[in-house]
Every structure is written in structure tokens, then in C-alpha cells.
């Protein structure tokens, strides 16, 4: 089903929790699936952790002495409005002093390494219950993107076109490394193409729409790709297409 912008907007608007997700996937006046609805979500959470961290991290002091109290990590995240993972990041960095960064990121990747038996228990209960932060999110969105990649270049393959993969570009030591640079360039719906760069993620409309293959570059000399698929526009640096021309 084909979905508006005005259609969109209003399911932007309903989304707050997957419930809201699973009670719109189930309208049959929604034009969104459950995986773009999921998506939508996510962009939405994504967008307000980034827009609230700051105040967030300058009540972290408050969140540790909630927890000190006896509050799980997920319950203060849910009545705060962040994501379970986001607030055991805020915890670690300020009850343990842990730094931005690596650091905290380790401990959210190995929560076995945390000294303190219920602070581990609490960092890894937070994150089994985020959909969508954390090193299994981030794990899951790695395997997609390797997929996508490796279909791409079987599409290059199967249409006989010559390319260099991100890893034969690496090791030869360029600094831009794309999916798939063509020695031989391709001529796409008249544009001169260069080189091609997958993007196994969703983008709203707001954020570079979305979704398979993003085609490059009739400038040899532009740094980086621009766009991302879904959208089937075309600008001066790219051209977006859903797939192997």
C-alpha cells in the first residue's frame, strides 16, 4: 500500500511504545507494515535521545540515587522516557565514573566485567529490554548490512559488471572505500555512475529516505555519497535507485 506524507506524519505522531506499533500494524487504514512501523520508532526514540541527552546526563546524579534506592534501571528509564539502555549509560557514567565512551561502551557490550552483582544485573536486564539501543541492536544492524553488501555485489556479478569491493579498496589502502567502485563506469537513467554504496536502513522522510541501494557519483571528485534509497530522486552528486540498474 502506498503511503502519503500526510499518512505517514499522523502514524508519526501515534508512536510512543511497540504497543502503539503492534495496534497500528493491525488498521488496516495504517499504510505502514510492522517493520516500517518498528523503524518509524525507532527513528522517533532516536531523534528525542538525541534532542534530550544533554538535560539527561545533567540529571544523572538523580537517576544513581534512584537506583541506590532500590528502582530497576528499566523502571527509571520507562518513567523518564528513555531507553533502558540510554539510562544504564548515564548510571555507569556516573556511579562508577567510567568515561564517555569506550569505556561505558565496553561494559554495555560485557556486563559481566561490572564488579557490583546487582548494578550487572540491572545493565543486562536494561538491555534485553531495549528495542532499540544496545550491542544487540547494533549487532543485528552489522548482519543486515553485510547482507545487503553481499547482495549487491552477487547483482554486480550476475550483470556482468566489473567492480572493487570495500575490502579490495582497503587493501590497497584508499581512503573512500564504497561498496563497489567501477573501474567502468555505468550509465544510469543518463547519469554517469562512479561507484555504489548499500544502505540497509530506514530513513524518514525528514532524514534521507530510505531503504536498499544508493547509487553514486557522476563526480569522480565528491568525498562521500549522498542520500539514501526510497526516495527515486535525483541530485547533483547522486542518483537514488531501489536496485541494480
Known sequence: MACSHAAYVAAYEQ???????????????????????????GQKQL???????GQHREQAQRYVDRFLAGESLVAIGNSIGVPPTKLARYVLERHLGEKKGRDVGQLL??????????????????????????????????????EYEELLAQKLRAL??????????????????????????????????????SKAT??????????????ALDEPQCHELRGLLGCLSVSKETLIALDCP
Do not use: Y
Open 15 to 41: 508512536l510512543s511504545s511497540l504497543a502503539d506499533v503492534e495496534r497500528l500494524a493491525r488498521d488496516p487504514g495504517c499504510p505502514l507494515s510492522f517493520e516500517a512501523l518498528t523503524s518509524v520508532l
Open 47 to 53: 531523534a528525542l535521545t538525541k534532542r534530550t541527552d
Open 109 to 146: 557490550k560485557k556486563p559481566r566485567l561490572i564488579a557490583d552483582a546487582r548494578l550487572r544485573h540491572e545493565v543486562t536486564m536494561a538491555i534485553d529490554e531495549d528495542p532499540h539501543f544496545g550491542p544487540h541492536v547494533d549487532a543485528a544492524k552489522h548482519i543486515i548490512g553485510l
Open 160 to 197: 556482468g559488471v566489473p567492480f572493487l569491493s570495500e575490502e579490495q579498496l582497503k587493501q590497497r589502502g584508499d581512503f573512500k572505500t564504497p561498496d563497489a567502485l567501477l573501474p567502468v563506469p555505468l550509465l544510469v537513467r543518463g547519469r554517469v555512475v562512479n561507484w555504489i554504496d
Open 202 to 215: 530506514f530513513g524518514d522522510p525528514v532524514r534521507s529516505p530510505l531503504m536498499w541501494l544508493l547509487m
